[in-house]
């Protein structure tokens, strides 16, 4: 059974490794530590830093023996009232994420839903669902939001849900909706 530090962030919880004694750290890479650095959390980018249960985010110590010890709307914050970026079903549920974890998202998401696909991304997609990015080029002086569908299309209750995510004035928004409304 392998312990994790368990955090919480605006979108989801996110986890780390967490090993308190020597024996925990056998098979991590991480067997140079010695037990006077302990605890540590593995960051699972080949780094690790000294826990210690002040951490910013810090929610609990959980126990587990899968590789993703929790589930996937805990990561990603199913239907939050804050939604901003993530993944949106073709019933219109969101799953929360930050500007950088749509891909990661994906796997979890894809695995879940889609399981055995080889491409995460596609498969949502293939399946109808959304794709809300943060727009920023690094030019503007805010950055918004972008919706983006692989197939072309939304379904009414996507329309409906980002009509109260307040994204009907998007420019794809507004050609999405265009383009599909005689289909409902």
């Given at each position: ?9 605006e979108t989801g919880f996110y986890y780390y ?108 997609g293939k399946a109808g669902w959304l794709k ?53």
């Open positions: 059974m392998k312990k994790f530090a368990i955090y919480r962030s490794r967490y090993c308190d004694t020597v024996e925990s750290l056998k098979g991590t890479g991480f067997e140079y530590i010695g037990e006077d650095r302990l605890p540590v959390v593995l960051d699972g980018k080949g780094g690790y830093y000294h826990f210690t249960e002040e951490d910013f985010g810090f929610v609990e110590i959980i126990e587990s023996d899968k590789e993703v010890p929790l589930p996937v709307e805990k990561l990603y914050f199913k239907n939050d009232e804050n939604f901003k970026l993530g993944w949106m079903t073709p019933d219109g549920d969101t799953y929360s994420c930050d500007y950088t974890s749509h891909a990661k998202a994906a796997v979890l998401l894809a695995d879940k839903f889609f399981p055995g696909n080889k491409y995460p991304e596609r498969a949502l809300i990015i943060d727009s920023w080029d690094g030019t503007e002086r805010q950055h918004g939001q972008f919706v983006y569908s692989l197939s072309g299309k939304i379904t009414k209750r996507q329309a409906d849900k980002l009509f109260d995510l307040g994204l009907y004035d998007n420019e794809e928004v507004r050609r999405l909706l265009r383009d599909c409304q005689n289909d409902w």
